[in-house]
């Protein structure tokens, strides 16, 4: 008897993980670290780094509320769709508002689109520390203002489907962590 062919798809679903946290908290050193290992295993991954997302889709914004805003919705948007159509979308990217984190995470429940919440939780101290753009240093000398965590808000996320400090975890340590929690979703 011959066997019907299997019609379902096989792929694997994508999803959305938006990495939030100050800035020099670790998102996009986590984000490059986390796609070489995922791609290496096959998976189709991209990831919309807020400062690229700026010389092209956020052109001309700039870091107002509603700049911020817009943004954080454009990022979403587009994240949504890739992880709709199955690539796994690291979104290394500040987003101080919950509201609007918050916006991006039901666009995608309403379209039955995993999203997952990282909140990379290194302290402020650290992250001055590491300054990795100098711009803890250029808002200490108040050559720059709106610098979030320093004199513009930034609002910790209240329920994140992960907390991590990346000054107590080192790079393979939280990219772990993060496949882990990948792994404990069916996302992997
Ligand atoms: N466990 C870790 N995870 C990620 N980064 C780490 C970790 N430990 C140390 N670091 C260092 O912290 C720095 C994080 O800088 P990175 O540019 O990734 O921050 P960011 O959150 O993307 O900041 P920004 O919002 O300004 O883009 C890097 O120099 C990285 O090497
Ligand atoms: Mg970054």
Redesign the pocket.
Known sequence: MRVAPVTTSLRTAGATVWLT??????????AF?LADQLRASGRDVEILD??EIRTYLSAGLGFSREDRDTHVRRIGYVAELLARHGVLVLV?V?APYADTRDEVRARHAAQGTPHLQVH?STPVEVCAD?D??G?YAKAARGEISHMTGIDDPYEVPADPDLRLD??T???Q??VSALLDLLAGRNLL
Do not use: C, E, M, N
């Open positions: 946290g100050l800035p020099s908290a670790g998102k996009t050193t986590l670290a807020g400062d290394p500040i990379l590491r990795v753009k711009l990346t000054s975890h080192d790079l340590g939280s």
